[in-house]
């Protein structure tokens, strides 16, 4: 799931990492429990992603409860 997400600059977290090409969430682990700044550099890189994806989630919500009525009163 962490390769997956869009939200994440993932050349950039592997290069500030140094994670494999195909990394796997053991190599995460294993990188981020190396040091005290890979812990930091994760930290960071998830705390940014959260933040991203609960704005998503406002917008989202908040387009649908602005959003006109689905014409409910035509059909009667």
Do not use: H, Y
Not at 15 to 32: A, N, W, Y
Request: aromatic share 8%; proline share 4%.
């Amino acid at each position: 799931m962490l390769r997956e997400c869009p939200l994440w600059q993932r050349i950039f977290m592997m290069r500030q990492l140094k994670l494999p090409r195909d990394f796997s969430l053991g190599d995460v682990v294993e990188i981020i429990l190396e040091s005290k700044a890979n812990w930091k550099a994760f930290s960071a890189f998830v705390e940014e992603a959260m933040r991203d994806k609960e704005e998503e989630e406002r917008k989202r919500e908040r387009a649908v409860t602005s959003s006109p009525s689905d014409g409910d009163d035509e059909t009667k």
